[in-house]
Nanobody
Framework: QVQLVESGGGLVQPGGSLRLSCAAS????????MAWFRQTPGKEREHVAS???????FYADSAQDRFTISRDNAKNAVYLQMNSLEVEDTAAYYC????????????????WGQGTQVTVSS
């Protein structure tokens, strides 16, 4: 069983930055694929970035060159550094984990956090 707790969301102006954190429980965190998804009301959960157990990263086109996903296995944590934020990035951001998967389909992830809200507004 893995529990995920996100933090770091908030209100930021366009062009600003935020760093999301996801703290994970569990002794086998280092072997899990991890990801960040986001969701706005009425829309399907959208892949933002993911990182495999080996450290391979994958980004949505909208996140490429602006966001960076990283993990610290010693701290059982995964991060999402978000720069050059745009109004369109406003969403609830969710951390996800899976022992066998690190791709883009949200239905393939077994564990989810409760989410943290990111609002980009002037």
């Amino acid at each position: 069983q893995v529990q995920l707790v996100e933090s770091g969301g908030g209100l930021v102006q366009p062009g600003g930055s935020l760093r999301l954190s996801c703290a994970a429980s569990g002794r086998t965190f280092s072997t899990y694929g991890m990801a960040w998804f986001r969701q706005t009301p009425g829309k399907e959960r959208e892949h933002v970035a993911s990182i495999s157990a080996r450290g391979n990263t994958f980004y949505a086109d909208s996140a490429q060159d602006r966001f960076t996903i990283s993990r610290d296995n010693a701290k059982n944590a995964v991060y999402l550094q978000m720069n050059s934020l745009e109004v369109e990035d406003t969403a609830a951001y969710y951390c996800a984990a899976d022992p066998y998967y690190s791709g883009t389909y949200y239905t393939s992830y077994e564990y989810w956090g409760q989410g943290t809200q990111v609002t980009v507004s002037s």
